[in-house]
T-cell receptor, first 114, second 112 residues
């Protein structure tokens, strides 16, 4: 079956612009996770969604970051007024439940802020 | 404070050798989950294992095995008879509450 998909695969944007990243989880997966990986660095957890529960936003790096998910479908990660330090690969993962952690990963969106 | 430490930044082994990747975690929570992920050179992340804090039973999956010891707050990962395809960056992670904490990763190179 289809895996986790993310779009766009690459995004180059000018500093100060807003960007929206999209994640399509595996159908039926109630849990969805967002992570960030800066070039040559480790993983940084951003936020997760579990069903219709309100997410804990404390992992988001700043108030320029926001994430939404409607039900168990697509999620969007929005970065407003992008800065050069936002350049990274943004990864999405989904699982049948929160108990599994982020089990199935998408290919990521490579964001470059110039 | 929650923290995951992977002290080994880079490891090189010759094919067929066994190798252990160390992971030490810090948390005051009694309920938590530990994970290992693999990131090969192609970049995609692969989930390897999830372990909850109440299950200290070691696990073996093929050439992979995991040793969870609460007494030393460690969750080490051993690859037996390593292969070139095992070359990757391996991340250990801790989940408590609504947050995940990742180690900085260990880059494993298996030399043919």
């Amino acid at each position: 079956g289809a895996g986790v998909s993310q779009s766009p695969s690459n995004k180059v944007t000018e500093k100060g612009k807003d960007v929206e990243l999209r994640c399509d989880p595996i159908s039926g997966h109630t849990a969805l996770y967002w992570y960030r990986q800066r070039l040559g660095q480790g993983l940084e957890f951003l936020i997760y969604f579990q069903g219709n529960s309100a997410p804990d936003k404390s992992g988001l790096p700043s108030d320029r970051f926001s994430a939404e998910r409607t039900g168990e479908s697509v999620s969007t990660l929005t970065i407003q007024r992008t800065q050069q330090e936002d350049s990274a690969v943004y990864l999405c993962a989904s699982s049948l439940s929160i108990l599994a952690g982020g089990k199935y990963f998408g290919p990521g969106t490579r964001l470059t802020v110039t | 404070a929650q923290k995951v430490t992977q002290a080994q930044t880079e490891i090189s082994v010759v094919e067929k050798e066994d190798v252990t990747l160390d992971c030490v975690y810090e948390t005051r929570d009694t309920t938590y989950y530990l994970f290992w992920y693999k990131q090969p050179p192609s970049g995609e992340l692969v989930f390897l294992i999830r372990r909850n804090s109440f299950d200290e039973q070691n696990e073996i999956s093929g050439r992979y095995s995991w040793n969870f010891q609460k007494s030393t707050s460690s969750f080490n990962f051993t690859i037996t008879a390593s292969q070139v395809v095992d070359s990757a960056v391996y991340f250990c992670a801790l989940n408590t509450g609504n947050q995940f904490y990742f180690g900085t990763g260990t880059s494993l190179t298996v030399i043919p």
